[in-house]
């Protein structure tokens, strides 16, 4: 029984000195590493991954203004991310957003105003399902 009692203290002391040790990251960025600046994502999943794409909108006209109108959305890049990946990039992107709403207050957000003639309630989303 005593060797029990030694034989587990001395267990948890090795872990506790595995515990202890820092493990210390250095960030490289490659010679052909860029930034972007991106207004959107879209993406989805599949059981396998996470797909987000970043996108910038460039307006165009056609004709007279009643005409219609295309914006040409330009993705930048794609992110492909494990689903483990994926749920800490939303923590991350939680802890963050709270950190930043407890300094400058909350984001607004930019929704459009349905009409009154349609009492279609407006998905306040992206609709990010499927890949891109």
């Given at each position: ?17 595995k515990a ?11 010679e ?10 879209a993406?989805?999943?599949?059981p396998?991954d ?52 407890s ?15 349609s009492?279609k309630?407006i ?10």
């Amino acid at each position: 029984m005593a060797e029990d009692v030694e034989s587990r203290e001395n267990i948890e002391r090795e872990a506790s000195k595995k515990a202890s040790k820092s493990i210390a990251i250095e960030f490289i960025k490659p010679e052909n590493f860029r930034q972007i600046y991106a207004i959107g994502a879209a993406g989805g999943h599949s059981p396998y991954d996470f797909r987000i794409g970043f996108y910038n909108d460039t307006p165009k006209m056609f004709g007279d203004a009643s005409e219609s109108r295309v914006i040409q959305r330009r993705v930048e890049t794609e992110v492909i991310l494990s689903p483990v990946a994926a749920l800490e990039l939303s923590r991350w992107l939680t802890q963050h957003i709270n950190e930043y709403e407890s300094v400058f207050g909350p984001i607004a957000r930019a929704i459009p105003r349905p009409r009154k003639e349609s009492a279609k309630p407006i998905d306040e989303s992206t609709d990010i399902q499927g890949y891109i």
